[in-house]
């Protein structure tokens, strides 16, 4: 039986090298009802971006245009660039039961939480430690010493909003937290406040218990 | 890594015959940290059963003391008899983590919620159709036809309770729905507002980061 419902705005949040991106790509992997937000971006595109699927790319114009129409649910300047998550496509998609993930800080969370609250469900994804967060920041070897340190720093920013989360998970072990976060997600979705269905089913059971 | 969580206490309602006693069943067999809850009756101990295991069996004059002092979550009366929730054995295995389950209508969920809704998970279970309720009351061969009639009648009535609850599930599957009620349990238990360790556990992290 299937009742219509919404569809979720799945938030995962951590600090960098918690595993957020890993964890992320297992749930797309696993689920066919789940796609990535795709941000906007005034930045430039880069080689191998593909427009309207890394990202939707605007002129700056467009991005205040967009802002002030009260198109963007969400918006960052990152290095002079700005990215935005536009409103329009978010609401259709949940409309037509479609859950969507947004790879977005507490500060994108907190701007999300004031427009659709109802619609969505945080996770906030911990390390075990700190020395295990920076030996993987290290691992990575993408980085420099510089650049660790600055994102260990900023994990101490954004580890403060813990609190404003639903669920907060410490990241042990990837295919255990993986399928902790797939879990929270097929709940959700049995969520009354989702199933805008189930007044419809409820109206029909009533009219056959009046009908014996 | 174990965080302290405070337990759950989870309701699973729904109109008789729609499978909650299956349900309750299976998830007491399959979660070892679910224990049914052990109301209090006035009403005298039949043969077989275990005072403190099957209820708590107390004197009028110890229900009534028990309500006027503020020590039930919850009571009904029922053909002349009292059934009630003490509040005293709840609270102390909220406090130490251990979930506890339900069986209660909706009347009872509303004096629950009055008390401790951050502490509860509802569940309200529905049968697919009243055809299939109808012959599942018929197929327990318990019960007379009025009797029968007389559930029809109450299923009704507790149905028009569909949205106090945070979940609502069709049962047309008794594993599938096992299933979702387990994991409807197992995601609660990720939820922030219950970890009460996980203050303490940030502080550890954020004084790790401060160190390097």
Redesign the interface.
């Given at each position: 039986?299937n009742?219509n419902r919404r569809g979720i705005m799945l938030v995962i949040a951590s600090p960098s090298g918690a595993g957020k991106s890993s964890i992320t790509r297992n749930l797309l992997k696993s689920d066919n009802n789940l796609t990535m937000s795709v941000s906007l971006t005034t930045r430039p595109m880069r080689d191998g971006e593909i427009d309207g699927k890394d990202y939707h790319f605007k002129a700056i114009e467009q991005f205040n245009s967009l802002k002030g129409a009260g198109q963007l649910l969400e918006w960052a300047k990152v290095h002079d660039n700005y990215y935005a998550t536009p409103k329009a496509q978010v609401d259709e998609m949940i409309a037509s039961g479609q859950d969507v993930i947004f790879d977005i800080d507490y500060q994108g969370t907190q701007q999300l939480y004031e427009h659709c609250r109802a619609d969505m469900v945080s996770v906030?994804i911990?390390?075990?430690?700190?020395?295990e967060l920076?030996s993987r920041l290290k691992t990575r070897a993408l980085d420099s010493d510089e650049v660790i340190e600055r994102r260990?720093?900023n994990?101490?920013i954004e580890?403060?909003h813990?609190?404003e989360?639903?669920?907060?998970?410490?990241n042990?072990d990837l295919a255990k937290t993986s399928n902790?976060v797939a879990?929270?997600l097929?709940?959700?979705r049995?969520?009354?406040i989702r199933?805008n269905g189930?007044?419809n089913?409820?109206k029909k059971?009533?009219i056959?218990?009046?009908e014996?």
């Open positions: 039986m009742i906030f911990l390390p075990p430690s700190i020395k920076h260990l720093k994990a101490r580890i403060e813990w609190a989360y639903d669920y907060v998970l410490i042990e902790e879990n929270i097929k709940t959700s049995l969520a009354r199933q189930l007044a089913f409820i059971l009533q056959e218990i009046d014996i």
